[in-house]
């Protein structure tokens, strides 16, 4: 049911007294308004961990725009953290019988017509089925990064997207100037010439280290589910190490550092820096043509993805793109006319990230002083204004336009990422044809762009099939 169809209802309803409204305290600001400027998008948290609760913290603070009136997770200490938090924020601007409705199940969270928008910061082997899952409902999604764990979700997302004219913002934030305006600058630099011709690109996206713990089953704690956040993955037994804290929503969850739940560093802090690379060189749309990956990954030992790595990737016009391990954090753009470096700088997110080393010379440098100065005319390129990826999304949903980082953005993000982890697997280069998404006369690395899964309810294809898309 769309706003339109629910205004009707509501409207109907109240003038002839026919059906039964049950309007939650919640609502009393914005329900009776839709379709009015002021109109309030509400919105639902789905995964309330870490990220999520950045996420969440990060959107509701418009209160403009925006109310936030549910939360999902499968943990249900994760739920309730973040109800007791969203309410006190309510509660401190002054509302009274604020309620924050939770689910453990995120289907019935997305049936309910009165949520226009949700968040997904679900671990990465379920940003898809979830994000399609809410598209299919009508739902404007705000994803994180990398947008889907496989490159043939990225593509089965975007054709959702499309085909019901949904707004997708990805968590790639690096676009926006809140708070790291450093890649704005670097890459308009870069796409309006002003380093000359690109010859090569050289990205450093940290390095993850073992654990260092053998795995070793232990018992599943009573307030998660741990069945349904395996999801689309083989059952296997439970570990803390390689699900989220227990004690925590703040420490870094070992599914980003286990390789059926997300791929490493390649996908982690590759979505963000390859994001950059490609919309610097114009390849938004584009993307390699060969690969060459090496990696060494962690053995007999709780996490499971790729430490060391190199990996080489030619671009259209012979631009040569380098990751590294042994590189500084960041993207450094090599022209003919100059060089540009872009980075976050030395913050980490928590004590157990990757380290980050910088150069001395900050998180913005260029050979030359003059190419990052403000332009003084007018350029071929100049990037839509967002100063908050959150508040950029929640425009978005209004004006019905897309996002500074919309899904045929990111999915072609995600395909240079996963394309060189499944370089690094295979070990040998690969030939990518970026205008039919797919590798070039190798069936072994194509039939990787896909997950295996044996359950028909974690089956995205399956999904797709019963909503009549194709991808």
């Not at 050289?202 to 795995?215: A, E, L, S």
């Not at 399956?462 to 991808?471: D, H, R, S």
Request: glycine letters at 8%; proline letters at 5%; hydrophobic letters at 40%.
């Amino acid at each position: 049911m769309g706003n339109n169809s629910r205004r009707d209802f509501l409207k109907k309803s109240l003038l002839t007294g026919v059906g039964l409204i049950v309007v939650p305290s919640i609502y009393n600001k914005s329900i009776f308004a839709r379709g009015s400027a002021n109109e309030l998008i509400h919105f639902a948290q789905i995964g309330c961990g870490r990220q999520g609760t950045e996420d969440y913290k990060g959107t509701m603070k418009h209160t403009d725009l925006c109310r936030l009136v549910a939360v999902c997770d499968l943990d249900s200490k994760r739920r309730e953290i973040a109800k007791n938090t969203i309410e006190e924020f309510y509660k401190n601007n002054g509302e009274t019988n604020v309620e924050v409705k939770t689910y453990h199940d995120f289907h019935e969270l997305i049936a309910r017509p009165d949520i226009d928008a949700v968040i997904v910061s679900v671990p990465d082997h379920q940003h898809a089925l979830v994000a399609v899952q809410a598209i299919l409902a009508g739902k404007d999604v705000y994803v994180q990064k990398p947008v889907t764990y496989a490159i043939a979700e990225a593509k089965a997302l975007r054709t959702a997207v499309r085909a019901k004219n949904r707004i997708l913002q990805t968590g790639s934030q690096q676009r926006s100037q809140n708070p790291w305006e450093t890649f704005r600058i670097a890459s308009e630099a870069v796409r309006n010439g002003r380093i000359g011709k690109v010859k090569s690109v050289k990205i450093g996206i940290g390095i993850d280290r073992i654990k260092g713990q053998k795995p070793a089953p232990e018992q599943v704690p009573a307030n998660l589910d741990f069945d349904r956040w395996l999801g689309p993955v083989a059952k296997q037994p439970y570990m803390e190490a390689r699900v989220h804290p227990q004690n925590s929503t703040s420490g870094r969850p070992g599914w980003i550092t286990t390789e059926d739940f997300g791929l490493g560093m390649i996908t982690n802090w590759g979505a963000h820096h390859i994001d950059i690379m490609q919309w610097a060189l114009g390849q938004e749309l584009g993307g390699p043509v060969l690969i060459d990956s090496k990696a060494e990954f962690m053995k007999d030992d709780v996490w499971t993805v790729h430490t060391k790595y190199h990996v080489e990737m030619l671009y259209p016009g012979d631009v040569q793109v380098i990751l590294d391990d042994t590189f500084i954090n960041g993207c450094l753009f090599e022209g003919t006319g100059g060089t540009v470096f872009c980075a976050r700088g030395a913050a980490r997110v928590t004590a157990s990230d990757p380290e980050i080393t910088t150069t001395g010379k900050g998180p913005l440098w260029a050979s030359d002083p003059k190419i990052l100065l403000p332009r003084v005319g007018p350029e071929g390129k100049v990037w839509m204004a967002s100063s908050d990826h959150y508040r950029n999304w929640l425009e978005s949903i209004k004006s019905r336009k897309d996002p500074i980082a919309p899904i045929d953005h990111s999915a072609r993000s995600l395909e240079a990422c996963a394309a060189a982890w499944i370089g690094m697997k295979l070990g040998r280069k690969l030939t990518w044809d970026a205008v039919k998404e797919k590798f070039v006369k190798d069936k072994e690395a194509n039939a990787m762009m896909y997950r295996k899964v044996q359950d028909p309810q974690f089956d995205l294809g399956v999904i797709m099939k019963k909503a009549g898309l194709k991808y």
